[in-house]
């Protein structure tokens, strides 16, 4: 993108409107450099130890940009740098780091796309521009040559950040999340009794209810820890056997209905070859 510029999308990405649309015809389009969408609107969750660096970002499964931008050369040289400082820090080489998750969002995902555009709309500008900036963004806004496009553009219907559907005029895209391998070699952190806190889907009630579980957990001693873990672990495993068990009796149940319905298709086939011999056996005893 830095070298040639134009539409970047992941390849789970459904165009929904043509990229014409990108840019509303408010705009001029000599004065846009780059047109981003907000993907994550959520800043009541900024200082929150995990979700917190996910909280406030622009979308990168979608944008688009002229070739040649500074905040892309800057995004570039700021994650190899990141990339040789965890070298330094795990003492291996650049290709066999070990990275979480959340190290991956940070260091090369949305917040760092969203850290290194915020920088680069400063300098610009000449002011210190932050997400409060963007944050609920009503209608496209243009800051530094950047056009940012309101969260229903390129991340419409994910259940937060008001992102509403993807049945709006505003909807531009869709992305179906399917494409990527890539988190299950950099997992998500998954506490053992209570899970992934992304599953609350940045619900209040549900983020600090995980937040306040994880506590009393803690404060448990390490015995105690250990037997709820256990506990947890083989109630786990009786509901996979028993999925496991459910699963084969669908799928035993599938074939038993379609060996019914071939032998249906059989008899009616029969009976309509007797037919046909039938009507040729009256047809011959006529002539």
């Known amino acids: 993108m830095y070298v040639e510029g134009g539409v ?7 165009a929904i409107r043509p990229v014409q649309r990108f840019i509303p015809e408010r ?33 990168q499964w979608t944008f688009m940009c002229k070739p ?24 291996v080489p650049i290709g066999e780091i070990k990275l979480d998750f959340d190290q991956v969002i940070s260091g090369t995902g949305p917040s760092a ?14 002011r210190d521009i932050t997400w409060n ?19 229903e553009a390129f991340a419409a219907g994910q259940g937060h950040s008001d992102s509403g559907t993807h049945d709006t005029k505003q909807a531009l895209v869709k992305h179906h999340y399917h494409a990527s391998q890539w988190p299950k070699s950099h997992p998500r ?25 994880k506590a009393a957990f803690e404060a448990l001693d390490p015995a105690e820890q250990k037997r709820r873990i256990d506990e947890k672990l083989a109630k786990d495993k009786i509901e996979e056997e ?11 149940a599938d074939r038993e209905q379609a060996d019914k319905d071939r032998g249906a298709k059989a008899e009616q086939f029969e009976a309509f ?12 005893h006529r002539d």
Request: glycine letters at 4%; aromatic letters at 8%.
């Open 8 to 14: 970047y999308t992941d390849i789970d990405v459904e």
């Open 27 to 59: 705009w001029n389009e000599r004065d846009i450099d780059m047109v981003v969408g907000v993907e994550i609107d959520e800043p009541e969750w900024k200082d929150h130890p995990i979700l917190g660096p996910k909280s406030q970002s622009f979308c």
């Open 68 to 91: 040649q931008l500074r905040v892309m050369m800057d995004l570039v040289e700021n994650i190899m740098d990141w990339l040789r400082d965890e070298a330094t820090k795990q003492r």
């Open 113 to 126: 796309f969203t850290k290194a555009i915020l920088a680069d709309m400063s300098r610009k500008t000449g």
């Open 133 to 151: 900036t963007f944050h609920g963004l009503d209608e496209s806004k243009v800051v530094g040559n950047v056009l940012v496009l309101t969260v």
């Open 189 to 213: 952190y998954k506490h053992p009794i209570f899970g992934e806190i992304e599953e609350c889907n940045w619900k209040p009630e549900c983020v600090h209810r995980w937040d306040e579980d």
């Open 242 to 252: 028993e999925k496991r068990l459910e699963e084969e009796r669908k799928h035993d």
């Open 273 to 284: 070859l007797k037919y046909s011999e039938e009507l040729r056996n009256k047809q011959d």
